[in-house]
T-cell receptor, first 114, second 116 residues
Framework: AQSVTQLGSHVSVSEGALVLLRCNYS??????LFWYVQYPNQGLQLLLK??????LVKGINGFEAEFKKSETSFHLTKPSAHMSDAAEYFC????????????FGTGTRLTVIP | GAGVSQSPSNKVTEKGKDVELRCDPI?????LYWYRQSLGQGLEFLIY????????KSGLPSDRFSAERTGGSVSTLTIQRTQQEDSAVYLC??????????????FGNGTRLTVT
């Protein structure tokens, strides 16, 4: 079975500070991993994804995430937070092949303090 | 181009009534998903349609929930005899080929259902 755990339902950072949102997964087979973002009053949109190849993946708006198999982690980072980054972030996992279900974490709400 | 469209955006209903939620996926997307987003619960998978294949209904929480996808396009999620615990945001997403084929989901803005 697959699942994701997001540590911290709320994270607050100062504008310009490092953003680190944590995600750990469990999967019996190598996974596909995703981060989705939900801005206020908008639908979820894909931020970035890891499928194969390079373990450090870059997404939109300066975000990146690194797949670490040894730690079963896929943490999301951004060097310098901007006010517009305030949103809810969801980590998700699915199998590389076979089932098409996408399992989401419970989400982390990011607040950026001016 | 047009994204995934859901209607209504908000629905308030009395306990015991039936409701229908509609999803118009992106044209040409063969995969369609329904999720439920409850406060503090993340996104809960409900049902998945892929082309003409039998849908994956493994996430439907009870037999009061059902969904159809007509003509491989529009989908309707029906909740019969609504209960207060059904209150949530119901999200629809479509995808060109399903996430297992490295195809990301495109989400609608959701329908916020409130059962009083």
């Amino acid at each position: 079975a697959q699942s994701v755990t997001q540590l911290g339902s709320h994270v607050s950072v100062s504008e310009g500070a490092l953003v680190l949102l944590r995600c750990n997964y469990s999967s019996s087979v190598p996974p596909y991993l995703f981060w989705y973002v939900q801005y206020p009053n908008q639908g979820l949109q894909l931020l970035l994804k890891y499928t194969t190849g390079a373990t450090l993946v870059k997404g939109i708006n300066g975000f990146e995430a690194e797949f670490k198999k040894s730690e079963t982690s896929f943490h999301l980072t951004k060097p310098s937070a901007h006010m517009s980054d305030a949103a809810e972030y969801f980590c998700a996992v699915t199998l590389k092949t076979g089932a098409n279900n996408l399992f989401f974490g419970t989400g982390t709400r990011l607040t950026v303090i001016p | 181009g047009a994204g995934v469209s859901q209607s209504p955006s908000n629905k308030v209903t009395e306990k015991g009534k039936d409701v229908e939620l509609r999803c118009d996926p992106i044209s040409g997307h063969t995969a369609l998903y329904w999720y439920r987003q409850s406060l503090g619960q993340g996104l809960e998978f409900l049902i998945y349609f892929q082309g003409n294949s039998a849908p994956d209904k493994s996430g439907l929480p009870s037999d009061r929930f059902s969904a159809e996808r007509t003509g491989g396009s529009v989908s309707t999620l029906t909740i019969q005899r609504t209960q207060q615990e059904d209150s949530a945001v119901y999200l629809c997403a479509s995808s060109p080929a399903g996430v297992g084929n490295n195809s990301p989901l495109h989400f609608g803005n959701g329908t916020r259902l409130t059962v009083t």
